[in-house]
């Protein structure tokens, strides 16, 4: 009975164990990611922003019309 029970909680640490390595691996995953697209993001809004003021400024001069 004694080596039943140590061999289901072998097998319970175990899964835990392996749950733990999946958890990790996919915030690797969600990290890379998300450092990717923050980096696309704020490249998007330097443009965005870049072409804001460019149209302020040519419309606060007249040249716009």
Known sequence: MKTLVKTFKNKVGATAIEYGLIAAIISVGIIGAVGTVGTQLKST???VGTTL???NASVSSGSGQ
């Open 53 to 55: 003021s460019s149209a």
């Open 45 to 47: 809004f330097n443009n």
